[in-house]
């Protein structure tokens, strides 16, 4: 959005063919602007990928959680023992 926004208010054209000169200022930002409009399609990979991961973790949490309340309401000693007592 931003990328487009800048090169639409410079008079450039920005896609996902090739790199388009766009000089603003006297500097040429057209392979800069290709770039971070490339990276847009990242996100339809990145964001469902973020969101299955999240959800396999926050299911894994809640077993974990619920199987220690268990452990924990039957009296087991938690798996990691306690630290020596220093003399």
Excluded at 31 to 56: D, H, N, R, S
């Amino acid at each position: 959005m931003t990328c487009a926004w800048i090169a639409n208010s410079h008079g450039c054209k920005v896609d996902e063919g090739s790199v388009h000169p766009c000089i603003i200022d006297g500097k040429d930002y057209g392979q800069l602007l290709y770039t971070l409009g490339v990276l847009g399609w990242l996100m339809l990979v990145t964001i469902p990928g973020g969101l299955f991961a999240f959800v396999i973790w926050l299911i894994v949490l809640i077993l974990h959680r619920a199987s220690w309340r268990k452990r924990f309401a039957a009296g087991v000693p938690p798996p990691i023992p306690p630290p020596p007592a220093a003399a």
